[in-house]
């Protein structure tokens, strides 16, 4: 947890960390993500020229001012804190110090009861906490945890154990199937897959059949004539009755 610069815990750990030896932090390294093997050559193209693009922009833009251009990071760890009266157990503190090139700095801690994470550790789980806080947003606006009326612990524990394997699970599926099924796909295929409705009519005849969409069946059967054009009357308006009809109620009411 980040500390705050009105309690005395941060007072000390600070007043401690000026005859401490400080550690800089490497700077993070920016990741290139790979590009999808199915990529088509021209959309290759059209993405070099935009990073192209980008670039030049870049380079053309004015630099920022000095209070704005972080130079470096350095922590300072401490342990064996004892000051705070409410922990049952010694706490870790971190110091941080934010050089930018005006010669200013920024100073914040960070506070964890674990004797063993180093500095670095410390700051890459802080990093975490915007994507846990969301995930507890999204649980507690949409998967309703406290409506529970049973007095028993166990069975809410195990209810609400469910809730949130069943939560994960999901998320898993729906990740794996982004993965899987839209991340590689071109526009145009894409396109095709995000399509809401699909409907095909299927025409056999003897040993063979073809397989058109509704469009070009509707299509198809306009140019008929006579008896033909009267059967495939028919199975449009059979057609017709099963899309707008109501989806039957698979538990209707006793």
């Keep these: 947890m980040p500390l705050k ?50 670039a030049q922009i870049k380079q053309a833009a004015p630099p920022p001012p000095a209070s704005d251009v972080h130079t470096l990071s350095e922590c300072c760890r401490l342990g ?7 922990a049952r157990v010694p706490l870790t503190v971190s110091c941080y110090k934010e050089h930018y090139a005006d010669g200013h700095t920024q100073c914040w801690a960070l506070l964890t ?28 606006c949409f998967y309703d945890l406290t409506q529970f009326r049973s007095r028993n612990f166990n069975a809410i524990a195990a209810q609400v154990m469910m809730v949130l394997l069943t939560y994960t699970l999901r998320q898993w599926q729906i990740w794996k199937w982004l993965e899987e099924n839209l991340a ?33 069946f509707t299509r198809e059967a306009i140019l008929l004539e006579g008896e033909a054009r009267a059967k495939a009357l028919s199975k449009l308006e059979a057609l017709e009755r099963d899309l707008f009809a109501p989806v039957p109620n698979p538990r209707p009411r006793m």
Excluded: C
């Design 113 to 140: 009861t674990s004797a063993s994470l180093s500095g670095p550790q410390m700051l890459d789980y802080y990093a975490k906490r915007t994507a846990i806080e969301e995930r507890h947003r999204q649980l507690k």
């Design 5 to 54: 610069k009105k309690m005395d815990i941060w007072t000390d750990a600070w007043a401690l960390a000026q005859g401490e030896a400080w550690e800089r932090l490497p700077e993070p390294q920016p990741t290139t993500r790979p590009i999808p093997p199915s990529r088509s050559e021209e959309i290759r193209r059209r993405e070099a020229k935009r990073q192209q693009t980008l």
């Design 80 to 86: 064996g804190f004892t000051s705070w009266q409410a």
């Design 184 to 216: 590689n796909l071109t526009p145009e295929r894409l396109l095709e897959a995000l399509k809401l409705l699909q409907q095909w009519i299927v025409i056999y005849w003897q040993m063979s059949y073809t397989q058109l969409p509704v469009v070009s």
